[in-house]
């Protein structure tokens, strides 16, 4: 199965920037599509970004015009930029993987992935 690995959290102030990776083993083996979601404490994980088969993404509006989803040439890294950070983007960041494509329907749903990473924890301070 998909294994998948994030690294890149930290602490950094407002305004700051940050890159979270998501390592995917298995990935050109089995093509999957990858997801970024994350979870603030008592709340819900919700989705962040996701990158479509035709290389075009989908961002929750939250985050729009600030983080940015990317991925390597070789399709087994995951990258998440993210500039302009707010204290509201502190949560444990997490990128999953789902077999079926996923769709501007689907991409923001849990049920749609399969492969979840033990995330990275971001905090954003004020």
């Known amino acids: 199965q998909v294994h998948l690995v994030e690294s890149g959290g930290g602490s950094v102030q407002a305004g700051g920037s940050l890159r979270l990776s998501c390592a995917v083993s298995?990935?050109?083996?089995?093509?999957?599509?990858m997801g970024w979601f994350r979870q603030a404490p008592g709340k819900e994980r919700e989705g962040v970004a996701a990158?479509?088969?035709?290389?075009?993404?989908s961002y929750a509006s939250s985050v729009r015009g600030r983080f940015t989803a990317s991925q390597d040439n070789a399709e087994v890294t995951l990258y998440l930029q993210m500039n302009s950070l707010k204290p509201e983007d502190t949560g444990m960041y997490y990128c999953?993987?789902?077999?079926?494509?996923?769709?501007?329907?689907?991409?923001?749903?849990?049920?749609?992935?399969?492969?979840w990473g033990q995330g990275t924890q971001v905090t954003v301070s004020s």
């Open positions: 999953a993987t789902a077999q079926s494509r996923l769709t501007p329907g689907t991409w923001y749903k849990q049920s749609s992935y399969n492969n």
């Open positions: 298995g990935y050109t083996v089995s093509r999957k599509y």
């Open positions: 990158i479509y088969s035709d290389g075009s993404k």
